[in-house]
Nanobody
Framework: QVQLVESGGGLVQAGGSLRLSCAASNKRTFLNYAMGWFRQAPGTERDFVAAISGNGGRTYYSDSVKGRFTISRDNDKGTLDLQMNSLKPEDTAVYYC????????????????????WGQGTQVTVSS
C-alpha cells in the first residue's frame, strides 16, 4: 500500500482560502491510484469531499463543496492537492487524503470503503 502525508491545514477566516497537499510514498506508481479527499468534524462520520481518477481526467465533488473546492494531482511529483476557496465555518474538520489502487486511468471512487490507504489528516479551522 502507498503511504500518504497531508500538509497545508491551518486557521483561516470565513471567505478565505487554503491549499492542502498530500504526498505519496511512491511517485512511480502514483498514477495507478485513484485519489480522494475526505473530512471529519468532531462527533461526525468521515465524509466525502472530492475525488480524482488516476490520470486526473475525471473529478467528482460533494454538493457541499462544488464550485468552491478544486482537486488536482501531479503524477510526476506524486502529489494530490485540494484548493479550497470561499471557506465557511462548516468546512472546519480534519481533512484526509485517501488512495485506492486502480490501474484504470479514468475511474474515481467516493465511498470511505473504496479506499485502502489513508493519511494521518490535517486540521482545517474556519473562523466566522
Amino acid at each position: 500500500q502507498v503511504q500518504l502525508v497531508e500538509s497545508g491545514g491551518g486557521l483561516v477566516q470565513a471567505g478565505g482560502s487554503l491549499r492542502l497537499s498530500c504526498a505519496a510514498s511512491n511517485k512511480r506508481t502514483f498514477l495507478n491510484y485513484a485519489m480522494g479527499w475526505f473530512r471529519q468534524a468532531p462527533g461526525t462520520e468521515r465524509d466525502f469531499v472530492a475525488a480524482i481518477s488516476g490520470n486526473g481526467g475525471r473529478t467528482y465533488y460533494s454538493d457541499s463543496v462544488k464550485g468552491r473546492f478544486t482537486i488536482s494531482r501531479d503524477n510526476d511529483k506524486g502529489t494530490l492537492d485540494l484548493q479550497m476557496n470561499s471557506l465557511k465555518p462548516e468546512d472546519t474538520a480534519v481533512y484526509y487524503c485517501a488512495a485506492r489502487y486502480s490501474p484504470g486511468p479514468g475511474t474515481y471512487f467516493y465511498r470511505n470503503t473504496d479506499f485502502g490507504s489513508w493519511g494521518q489528516g490535517t486540521q482545517v479551522t474556519v473562523s466566522s
